[in-house]
């Protein structure tokens, strides 16, 4: 069986295409949209706030530690490519939107 096209399996972990909201009243992932992870997150798009704020939203999410979720490209922008360590697929819940 193929992976969505939203994550992909690596070596440690996963690889997931996300798509960032910031500003929002809460921090949650909303489900799969335009083939990458929907997340809004209460953080600013300001000195790193959203970025941090994605980060403690995945781990969360994904139920690992918040160190072992990284943001390979993408820092300054909504879109981003995040690696999770330690995770060897999405959690049911999320992808079923």
Do not use: Y
């Not at 949209?33 to 403690?56: H, I």
């Not at 530690?65 to 390979?72: G, K, L, M, Q, S």
């Amino acid at each position: 069986m193929s992976e969505p096209s939203w994550w992909s399996r690596v070596d440690d972990g996963i690889v997931v295409r996300v798509r960032v909201t910031p500003g929002a009243s809460r921090s949650e992932v909303i489900g799969v949209r335009d083939g990458r992870l929907a997340v809004r997150v209460r953080g600013r798009a300001v000195e790193g706030q959203a970025n941090a704020a994605l980060v403690e939203t995945l781990a969360e999410s994904f139920g690992v530690r918040p160190r072992a979720v990284t943001i390979e490209s993408g820092d300054h922008h909504r879109n981003k490519t995040v690696r999770i360590s330690g995770a060897a697929c999405p959690p049911d819940s999320i992808g079923t939107t």
